[in-house]
């Protein structure tokens, strides 16, 4: 089953604060549960209502950040779409364990470069 799954980015991390971010990954993953298609977009200025306006908007499925106020995420939930808060770590780290079903809520993915 295709879905369409959204990050906010701070650089190549996860944003710290879901309202904060002003750039996202956003991805779409194929029958076969890898990324078909992808795009980070750039956003005019941080706003936690434009932001879920453009979830909307792109029919995204999951949602995965760090911070996120407690209205936002009930917003969210209300709309059916799966959000996986308070996650730190590299976006590529965490889409990787969102894919092998590894991801929850709260998920620290922070490694050392030897």
């Known amino acids: 089953?295709?879905?369409?799954?959204?990050?906010?980015?701070?650089?190549?991390?996860?944003?710290?604060?879901?309202?904060?971010?002003?750039?996202i990954w956003l991805g779409r993953t194929g029958e076969r549960n890898i990324v078909e298609e992808e795009r980070t977009i750039v956003?005019?200025?941080?706003?936690?209502?434009?932001?879920?306006?453009?979830?909307?908007?792109?029919?995204?499925?999951?949602v995965i950040c760090c911070g996120i106020e407690e209205e936002y995420y009930e917003y969210l939930h209300w709309k059916r779409i799966e959000v996986f808060d308070s996650v730190v770590g590299r976006s590529k780290d965490v889409i990787n364990a969102y894919l092998a079903k590894t991801l929850r809520p709260g998920s620290v993915l922070v490694f050392r470069d030897n």
């Open 1 to 23: 089953m295709s879905k369409r799954i959204l990050v906010t980015l701070y650089g190549s991390d996860v944003a710290p604060r879901f309202d904060l971010a002003t750039e």
């Open 43 to 62: 956003l005019p200025h941080a706003s936690a209502e434009e932001l879920c306006h453009l979830i909307l908007r792109e029919h995204v499925d999951v």
